[in-house]
């Protein structure tokens, strides 16, 4: 499959990249890391990649390109970390010529041709290496910086269990490129003085279920007084993580527009099962799903503390 895919990559002129909405360090490391990969061993190709991206990281590693409708149409559309078509943030990836798809999620969705899924690695920038790597790819520090990105966001900095030895093996290969992942980290991992405000909130009005189910409801309201975006907000679901005696932490944050985001994480429940049952998805123990009404919040949490009776 590794082949194949390189193959039909080769086969194109142009090629945009696409990923899925609330785009994580994965999925903008993904968009960036294989368009560097591509133009880095074919410089005779066209390639953009679209979305929102990861705005944080722009002046580091660059941002996400404006193009039109008649260009996709007469491209390779690669939709990278997402597992179903609704999920992909720009949905003009349907006016392409063909699409591929490369995901590590469970698949909700089979989509792409070819479609390369596999829920093994711990991030699709490890997937996008193992591709590079098997083809002989030429991975310049540029492309490497932005697949090392997804590996260190998606396995909390390694610290997301199991991750096999292979990964540690394809974050060496990325480290021996050059990379400079002190910047990286600085840029990361930086924090406005608001956010700190915002973590005093958090530590000081976090909840818990019958079943210890730990969680913290976030309205629009609250969120405009502490001057924190609601997708930022949402991210920061780990601040509540590893809680003596809870199975599982969630924050549901509303928007502007009376959308939920709402994120889930746990040590031992499959909270990609709880997702999926709100039409979401994501990993066995990092989903995340969206809610018409902040106040059906409960049913989601009805449904983790049944998951937490059974185990």
Known sequence: MYKEIWNRIKSYDSIVIFGHINPDGDCYGSQIGLKN??????????VFIVGTGYPKLFSLMGSLDQVDDDTIKNSLAIVVD??????????????????I??????????????????????????????????????????????????LVTDSGRFLFQPIKSSTYLIASKLVDTGIDCQTLYDVLYEVEEKMLRFKGYVYSNYKKTKENVVFLVLSKETLKKLDVDYNLAASQVNSIANIKGSPAWVFFSESPTGMVRVELRSKDI????????FNGGGHL???GCRLDALEDYKYVLEVLDK?????
Do not use: M, Y
């Open 270 to 277: 499959n909270v990609q099962e709880v997702a999926s049952t």
């Open 307 to 311: 998951k937490a009776r059974g185990n």
């Open 101 to 150: 798809k490369i995901d590590h999620h469970i698949a909700q969705e089979h989509f792409g041709n070819p479609e390369l899924v596999d829920t093994n690695k711990i991030s699709c920038t490890e997937l996008i290496t193992n591709i590079l790597l098997e083809n002989g790819a030429i991975i310049t520090k540029e492309a490497a910086l932005g697949l090392f990105l997804g």
């Open 285 to 287: 123990h990092a989903s």
């Open 82 to 99: 997402t597992s179903n078509q609704d999920r992909v943030e720009d949905q003009r990836f349907k006016l392409a010529l063909d699409v």
């Open 37 to 46: 990969a591509i133009l880095d061993n074919f410089q005779d190709k066209k």
